[in-house]
């Protein structure tokens, strides 16, 4: 289920561009060489290099400083804290810079309802997800949670899905998280995935991930 980074994703942005057209709102939940996450009026999409959205956003280049983007024939250039379209947001400075092991993983310390965990960064994971025996022994009332079922590498198995109070990973917090409680022993490893990782920049170069609080 997690992923290196490096096959997914990583980078961010956000900006008010006034222009005549009813533009969508866009913002990058993630910027890499040549690949961008963006979330166009909320919903997460992810790019190659000459690929179009759904909306019809045109991904015209990307690395970890920026996006060129194309819409309705008119060229936007995207960096970290910017948007097009909705309102600038100023983000707040804090960041947490995480480095890859010798796999090409990302790993880092935070914390769940105020209880300590270790994260797997993955940014090929819609929500956050961890074990029913982790979630356990931190105490989330899991079974709380609506019931429903995921496929996993074993095959298909039972999962609730629930919001987290917070989530924190150094001095970023993230508050209601939407989390999958997966029944038994996987994912051996609790994943960070898109349902926090889109509430922050995240933007991966030379094989460092920082994450930037972006409101």
């Known amino acids: 289920m997690a992923r290196s980074l490096r096959s997914c994703l990583p980078l961010v942005l956000l900006a008010a561009i ?64 910017q948007r097009v379209g909705g309102h600038f947001v100023e983000p707040v400075g804090r960041s947490v810079q995480i480095s890859s092991d010798a796999r090409g993983q990302f790993r880092v310390a935070g914390g769940v309802n105020g209880r300590s965990v270790t994260f ?20 989330i ?9 995921v496929t996993t590498a074993s095959g298909v198995t039972e999962a609730w899905f629930l919001t987290l109070d917070q989530v924190t990973v150094g001095d970023i917090s993230v508050d209601g998280v939407r989390a999958a409680i997966v029944q038994g022993a996987f994912p051996a490893e609790a994943l960070l995935g898109m349902s926090f990782l889109r509430h922050v920049g995240f933007a991966e170069d030379g094989g460092v991930l920082t994450l930037l609080q972006r409101f």
Do not use: K, N
């Open 141 to 149: 009332d899991y079974r709380s949670g609506e019931l429903g079922r």
């Open 18 to 81: 006034s222009t005549g057209w009813a533009a969508p709102s866009i913002e990058a939940a993630g910027l890499m060489r040549d690949m961008a996450v963006l979330l166009i009026d909320d919903r997460q999409e992810t790019l190659r290099v000459g690929q179009r959205s759904s909306s019809g956003v045109l991904l015209l280049a990307a690395d970890a400083q920026r996006a060129i983007i194309e819409l309705d024939g008119q060229r936007r250039e995207l960096r970290l804290s």
């Open 120 to 139: 797997l960064v993955d940014t090929g994971a819609s929500l956050l997800a961890m074990s029913s025996a982790q979630a356990q022994r931190i105490g």
